[in-house]
């Protein structure tokens, strides 16, 4: 590796699944603003729906979501209460004018759900929203939860896409992150999911835990492999003890360093690649039918708070707390607090408290950096006729950055700005570039690769 593209492996840049980023929404988006971007969708949109489920039965010590461990089911039937409260309440508001095309449960464990819960979830959004015909519903799954009912509710709902975390199969890793999992029982789950009509599988992995090696990386993706899953998600354990505190659970002494990281990183995405995979962005990789290869082969691959996605929707409603919401006016985030969460929505409330409405300068650099995180570069036509002056403007930073930067992270190339393929890995960081926040921000972020 060229010494100038090393010197970036431990660059701490932000993960860009939104632009601006969180860390720079303000209490200035609120419930109110919230409720006057819903009734302005308009009559005829399709929308995607994300429901988050903060609760988990064992706390893994590597995650970094908005989570908690609970050994009752009390707190997590009051939550639904709330959660069906203010599905209510946004429905009432966008109900016959918009159309559900995607729904995503994320969590947290949303499989911690009983089967019964699960399956009356999925039928109150059925009867709360008009959906198209074959919604796509995808659900993070933690094996250890599963079970046949479980298996059977997930079928019932409507699941067309499992996405289960796998982290690692290595037994000290997996103890290392408190996240005990055996591959028996994760093909069991992916057995019981396929023989259920799902089709579509994906599998998370990690790389840069503790105690990993390159050898058992190539181990636990080897063992992933023989899954034939649909596609694969492979992440950068991001360390980030500052904001999620139970990761001062893992000695950082057991960390493998930046150049470690950036080696696994790559031998596990050969050895993904070797089997017919296709590289999708950053960190995905699909097989070539998937709909994630067909939308990044056709120039149509987005990026959200999900990760890689082909849904084109360009509204994303957040539900429970925490989530976000997209919309053409910007981006409004739920109360965090569980607690807080379900006394603002349990008599017809919304729950933002923060958000960011879009100016016209984030709608330009925010169109760069997806195209740069998707594809790996953009046209310079394509931005100045999409975005005018405007895009001119933000055409001279890059021709800047394509011409003064010694480590070529940006080439030009006919009218298109191209990230090299040796600089892929580092496309985060080319990302930060244009951010107009980044260099005056106080946020702290995880390492770029």
Not at 136 to 146: F, G, T, V, W
Not at 267 to 286: C, K, N, S
């Amino acid at each position: 590796m060229r010494p100038e593209l090393a010197a970036r492996l431990g660059q701490n840049v932000p993960r860009y699944t939104s632009y601006p980023t969180p860390p720079h929404f303000h209490p200035g988006v609120d419930a109110a603003v919230q409720k006057a971007w819903l009734e302005a969708l308009e009559g005829g949109d399709e929308i995607s729906l994300y429901l988050h489920i903060p609760y988990c039965d064992r706390l893994c010590w590597f995650c970094a979501c908005h989570t908690k461990q609970t050994r009752h089911y009390e707190p997590v039937t009051a939550y639904l209460r709330s959660l069906r409260a203010e599905i209510a309440t946004v429905a009432a508001l966008i109900s016959g004018k918009v159309f559900v095309r995607a729904i995503h449960f994320g969590g947290g464990s949303p499989t911690m759900l009983k089967p019964e819960d699960m399956v009356a979830l999925g039928a109150f959004l059925r009867d709360s929203f008009d959906f198209v015909p074959n919604t796509k519903i995808s659900i993070e799954i933690d094996p250890n939860d599963m079970d046949e009912a479980r298996l059977n509710a997930l079928a019932e709902i409507g699941m067309t896409r499992a996405s289960l975390g796998v982290q690692d199969f290595d037994p000290k890793v997996q103890k290392a992150i408190n996240r005990e999992q055996s591959f028996l029982q994760t093909k069991t789950v992916v057995d019981g999911v396929r023989s259920r009509g799902v089709e579509s599988v994906n599998l998370d992995l990690l790389y840069g835990l503790p105690h990993q090696t390159r050898e058992s990386v190539s181990s636990t993706v080897a063992q992933a492999l023989t899954l034939e899953p649909d596609r694969i998600a492979l992440f950068g354990y991001a360390h980030v003890p500052w904001f999620k505190k139970h990761q001062t659970m893992i000695d950082e002494a057991w960390l493998p360093g930046p150049a470690e990281r950036f080696a696994q990183s790559q031998l596990a995405a050969q050895a993904i690649v070797d089997q017919g995979y296709e590289v999708i962005g950053l960190d995905h990789f699909a097989k070539p039918g998937d709909g994630l290869a067909l939308a990044a082969r056709a120039g149509t691959l987005h990026r959200n708070f999900q990760g890689y996605t082909e849904d084109r929707c360009e509204t994303l409603i957040g539900l429970g707390p925490s989530s976000i919401s997209q919309f053409r006016q910007g981006y409004a985030q739920n109360m965090p607090s569980t607690t807080e969460y379900g006394r603002m929505v349990a008599n017809g409330g919304l729950a933002a408290v923060r958000g960011i409405a879009f100016s016209d300068d984030d709608r330009v650099r925010g169109w760069i950096i997806e195209r740069l995180m998707c594809d790996f570069g953009f046209s310079a036509i394509d931005l100045v006729e999409r975005f005018g002056e405007a895009g001119q403007r933000l055409l001279v930073k890059a021709s800047s950055t394509a011409l003064h930067d010694p480590a070529r992270l940006l080439e030009l190339d006919g009218d298109r700005f191209v990230v090299p393929v040796e600089s892929r890995p580092f496309v985060r960081s080319i990302a930060a570039k244009f951010d107009r926040y980044f260099e005056t921000g106080k946020a702290r972020h995880s390492v770029a690769v």
